[in-house]
């Protein structure tokens, strides 16, 4: 067997299958090789009918047909089976080889198997890849981390495969891929990633429910909204689709979307998303309440029999609707700056924790094209971290800074309307608390710190005392003079 292979690719389901025909497509020469072997020759025989691709029927077959150093891309279900392969290809790679993870992994298991796997004298490397099957087929986005020595290896082939987006400056095409960092930094960014897109969905769903409950329109009316909303600021690929399931009509030529029902399923990317952020202490808020929302919307049989008994009022809302269609768009606009100003903190957060170097304007590039939050936004987050590449908080940004500003009154009216109404806007509403949080120099948590103080001896700082210097109070005169021990932040 003459080693001729560039990359070898492990799994065969449609996305294992669509990234291998992206790579023949750009001239690398790949082998594919799949758990159930039958597969491979059923690929072969149809989807990779009269291309390179050559097929592997064992793992000592594959690894023979691979230049050196080896590079193999396992694109099965994330979990044991990644640690399954990855013992067996121990058994058949040798140092200097890399393995590599295009799955959904959880990032903690990519620390460890990079740790794993480095410990072996062999690279690892764990990468976020999003797009979807077409993604993967066309140009995904590309989001790779792990073992540094690898990345050259694997850099002319992932962004020969990746999403383009031109370079508003110089016209070039750049890929939407690029290294992110060590260890699990690839896959965390992936998952901020996945939290964002649960965040940008519910976004949409409640400027929807606003459209079809306060203003009482139909869905090709809202189709039209979001036809204007793809033209301007908002412009992406969720409003697009957005707009075009507006558009669909079922078989007896009623809309579609009307007949879905109203119960989200998720994956766990979300949830993953917002436990790290729980671990890390980062209130991204808007992407909890979209996995929440998702939970709430599960409970249809409860909503059903809770409807029974607190029955909705008029959620009519008065006025002119194109003036609460443009609110409705500046409220949407406006969370969402507020969704990745929060996405961002969470990944400096980890960064920092788990000694990443993230670069923030290239995540921004990465997201920008072939993922399923791509939009012209994000290019303007690109540009902000291109103007101050150690910008600290995106919301500090000229542009954004100006952008919320001009959003804010019809952001207040969207929220408080909805409110008094009984629309649910529960990213809307808790990206504006968080706003408002935010730009607070003092918020009541000096009565919270008393609180702590008062039954649990905990300590406060002062206001008119240096910061670091903690303080106790015999609040009722009958307690112990001693502050807990146990103080932490
Ligand atoms: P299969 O075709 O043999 O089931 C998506 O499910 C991909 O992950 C498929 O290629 C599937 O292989 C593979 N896969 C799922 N679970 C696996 C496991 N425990 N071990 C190896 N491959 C697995």
Redesign the pocket.
């Known amino acids: 067997m003459e080693p001729r292979a560039d990359i070898a690719v ?4 449609v ?2 299958q669509n990234l291998i025909l992206n790579m023949n497509d750009h001239g690398f020469t790949v082998v594919a090789y ?3 072997v039958s ?1 491979v020759d059923e690929f072969l025989a149809n989807e990779a009918k009269g291309t390179n691709i050559l097929g592997a029927h064992s793992l000592q077959e594959m690894a023979g047909l691979l230049k050196k150093p080896r590079r193999v891309m396992l ?3 994330a ?3 990644v640690d ?2 990855i013992e067996q290809l121990l058994g058949v790679l040798e140092p200097g080889d890399i393995i590599i993870d295009g ?1 959904n992994s959880l990032f903690e298991d990519t620390i460890r198997r990079t740790q794993y796997v480095e410990s072996k004298g062999l690279f690892y490397i764990g990468t976020g890849v999003s797009g979807g099957e077409e993604g993967a087929r066309r140009g995904p986005s590309i989001m790779p981390g792990g073992s540094p020595a690898a990345w050259p290896h694997v850099k002319p082939i992932f962004q020969a495969i990746a999403a383009k987006v031109t370079d508003p400056k110089t016209g070039a095409q750049e890929p939407c891929c690029d290294w992110v960092g060590e260890g699990g930094a690839g896959h965390y960014v992936k998952m901020t990633h996945n939290g964002i897109e649960y965040g940008d969905m519910q976004l949409i769903c409640e400027a929807y429910h606003i459209m079809k409950d306060g203003l009482g329109m139909t869905p090709d009316e809202m189709h039209e909204v979001f036809k204007e909303w793809n033209e301007g600021e908002l412009k992406s690929y969720l409003i697009e689709i957005t707009r075009d399931i507006l558009a669909k009509k079922d078989d007896d030529g009623t809309p579609l979307v009307d007949k879905i029902l109203d119960t989200a399923g998720q994956k766990g990317t979300g949830k993953w998303t917002v436990i790290s952020s729980q671990e890390l202490g980062i209130p991204i808020t808007l992407i909890a309440e979209a996995v929440y929302s998702r939970c709430v919307s599960a409970l249809k049989d409860q909503r059903v029999e809770a409807a029974k008994h607190f029955p909705p009022g008029d959620p009519r809302f008065a006025g002119d609707r194109q003036q609460w269609i443009n609110d409705i768009r500046k409220a949407l606009y406006a969370s969402k700056i507020i969704s990745y100003t929060q996405g961002y903190m969470l990944m400096r957060a980890a960064a920092q924790h788990y000694g990443w170097n993230l670069n923030y304007g290239g995540i921004a590039l990465m997201w920008r094209g072939g993922c399923i939050i791509r939009s012209v936004f994000l290019g303007e987050i690109k540009k902000a971290f291109d103007k101050n590449p150690s910008l600290e908080n995106l919301l500090l940004d000229p542009f954004f800074k100006k952008a919320i500003k001009s959003c804010v009154r019809s952001w207040r009216k969207v929220v408080s309307t909805a409110v008094r109404k009984g629309i649910p806007v529960p990213a809307f509403s808790t990206a504006l608390a968080f706003f408002d949080g935010f730009r607070s120099e003092r918020l009541p948590a000096n009565l919270l710190q008393a609180q702590r103080d008062y039954f649990g001896a905990h300590t406060y700082e002062r206001v008119d005392r240096p910061r670091g210097e903690f303080f106790h109070t015999n609040w009722t005169g009958t307690g112990g003079r001693v502050a807990s021990g146990s103080y932490t932040v």
């Open positions: 492990i799994g065969l389901a996305m294992g799949n758990r159930t597969k694109m099965v279900k979990g044991q089976a399954d392969f799955g």
